[in-house]
């Protein structure tokens, strides 16, 4: 494509790296958050604004990159807002992961100003932001999609056009109810194996080459076995995305009770100081149940 005008509101694990590749692909990059912009990336020639009305009135393609549903309806609608600076033929684009329900809504005011929007939810955490290898699940119109296409194709490798306004968000919860039942089965697996005298490492290898095979194994059964939980992907924002999916469950009438055990192992470990760890530290409310820690002796 050629060289765009590109915004970006939200700088944090995920959004620096990503928007760093937008500017090594060679865009013009207006960068706006509420925390100091990353030193590095302004040493790259992005250019910093005082508010999101302001890197919307440079920018073409506006993205928006923050933890939660209030924080994109501020970023979008809130003053010195995006919607204060967009002119007629601009493209909004959301990757945080939020409501379905609230995305349709903001997806229609933004089109009551003359603008195209996009949720466009991702999957890959800080690994993945950093390697430009996410998943980016899309949802709006083709004819925005096809605009913005080359600019996702910086900042990930699986890039799906879902639906319309909204399915890109329905997609990502989809993902998290995944997400979190898979950390689950390894971690039981995992403590099951360690409580029972075998080498959790050994174990997470063997069955690594078999039909339990899967990402979660291999990256957060790794972190399991090495007892490190830094964040990756907190367990708080997790939280966030797993009550998105039991709210809608509850609206659509839909039985999700596994979805449900996950959460409340979530809000085990965040009653023991664990908001913050990394979503594989799940494991840690499975072994305080079992009394056993993966990886210590048979006791």
């Known amino acids: 494509m050629k060289m765009a005008k590109v915004g970006f509101i939200g700088l944090g694990i995920m959004g620096a790296p990503m928007a760093g590749h937008l500017r090594a692909g060679g865009h013009e990059l207006y960068v706006y958050d509420l925390n100091p912009i990353p030193k590095d990336l302004l040493e790259k020639g992005a250019v910093a604004c005082a508010s999101g009305k302001q890197v919307t009135e440079q920018a073409e393609i506006i993205v928006t990159m923050v ?4 924080h994109v309806e501020a970023a979008l609608f809130g003053k010195g807002g995006v919607a204060e600076g967009l002119k007629p033929g601009k493209i909004v684009v959301d990757m945080s992961s939020i409501s379905p329900i609230e995305t349709k809504k903001f997806a229609e005011r933004i089109g009551q100003l003359g603008c195209q929007y996009l949720d466009a939810p991702v999957s890959g955490g800080e690994v993945g932001a950093k390697a430009a290898s996410l998943t980016i699940m899309v ?4 004819e925005a999609f096809a605009r913005v296409k080359p600019l996702f194709d910086l900042m990930g490798k699986n890039i799906t056009l879902v639906g319309g306004n909204g399915d890109g968000q329905t997609c990502k919860v989809a993902n998290q109810i995944i997400v979190a039942l898979t950390i689950e089965a ?49 367990i708080e924002l997790h939280q966030k995305d797993l009550n998105l999916a039991l709210q809608g469950a509850k609206a659509l009438g839909v039985s999700l009770p596994n979805t449900a055990t996950c959460q409340e192992l979530f809000n085990s470990c965040a009653a023991h100081g664990g908001s913050k760890w990394d979503h594989s530290g799940m494991v840690r409310a499975l072994e305080m149940m079992a009394n056993h820690e993966i990886g210590s002796k048979k006791g």
């Open 67 to 70: 933890p939660d549903t209030p």
């Open 139 to 142: 949802g709006g119109p083709e």
């Open 186 to 234: 390894v971690g039981e697996a995992l403590l099951f194996a360690s409580k029972a005298g075998a080498d959790p490492g050994k174990v997470r290898q063997a069955l690594m080459g078999g039909f339990a095979a899967s990402r979660i194994l291999e990256v957060h059964g790794d972190r399991m076995v090495k007892r490190t939980f830094e964040p990756g992907f907190r």
